[in-house]
C-alpha cells in the first residue's frame, strides 16, 4: 500500500504534467481538496475554479464554494446552468448522473479552451471505482481527468489531509445533487427540488448536519444518523410544521436512519449494485 505522502507527491506529478487546469469546484470534500492541490502545485496562475449554479445546487452550497475559493485566493468563476433543460434528465432514469456529468463539461470544455486552460479535471477519487458510477463514463468520453483517481487517493486520506492542511471542509458531510432525493421514474422538477432545499436547509439550520429530505410526491421522508433521530424527534412539531408551509402534506422519519443510495433498495437485486451510482446520495 502506497503512503498517503506518495500518493499526495504523485498527485502533484500528474496535475504538473497538465499544465494548466479548470477544476470543477462544488465546494464539497474532493473537490476542494482537488483544488487546494492544484493551487499548490501549479500556483494561481495555472489553476480556475468553476462552480456550475443549478436548479438542483443548494443556495448554501454555492455560498460556500465561493466562500471557500476566496479563502484558498483561487481564481474562480460561477456559470448558470440547467440540469432540466437537459433532454431525458426530468424524467429521472437511473443513469442520470451521466446527464448532468456530460452537460457539465459541455460547459466547462468550451471555457477551458477559451481560457487557455489545457485540462478540465473533476473530483473523482479512487472509491469511485468499482461502482457504476455514470459520471465517470461521461469524463471519460469528453476527455476530463481525475487526478485524485489517477494517484489512488481515497476519501479517507482526503479527509486526513484535508485537516493536515487546515482545510474546513475536512469533516464536511457528504454531499450529493438534490435530484438523489427524488426516486427513479419520478419527474424532476424545480418546484420539488425547491422544496427539498428548503427542508434540508431548515434541518441544517437546527443544527443537524447530515440530513437528506427524500421526497416522495407529497411526502418528506427524513434521514439524519441513526444516532440523531432522537434529537429530531425533540424538535418533531418544529419541523413537521415548517415542513408542512414549505408544502409537503406528510412529514416522516426513516428510523434506520442516514445511508446513502437509499432510494437504490427498492430496486430489483441485480440492479442494486449497478445503480449504487453515487456513494454521497
Known sequence: M??????????????DSMGKVVVAFSGGVDSAFLLKAALEFLGPDRVLAITADSETYPVREKEEAIALAKELHAPHIVIHTSELAIPGYAENPTNRCYFCKNSLFDHLIPIAKERGYDHVVFGAIADDLGEHRPGLQAAHE???????????IKKSEIRHLSRQFGLR???????????????????ITAHKLSMIDQAEDFLIQLGFRQVRVRQHENLARIEV??????????????????LKEIGYAYVTMDLKGYRSGSLNEVLPADQQAVHANAASN
Open 2 to 15: 502506497q503512503p498517503i505522502e506518495q500518493k499526495y507527491a504523485q498527485l502533484g506529478e500528474i496535475l
Open 225 to 242: 444518523p441513526a444516532s440523531d433521530l432522537g434529537e429530531v424527534l425533540a424538535v418533531a412539531d418544529t419541523v413537521h410544521a415548517k
Open 142 to 152: 469528453q476527455g476530463v481527468r481525475a487526478p485524485l483517481l489517477e494517484a489512488g
Open 169 to 187: 471542509t475536512w469533516d464536511k458531510p457528504s454531499f450529493a445533487c438534490l435530484s438523489s432525493r427524488i426516486p427513479y421514474g419520478e419527474a
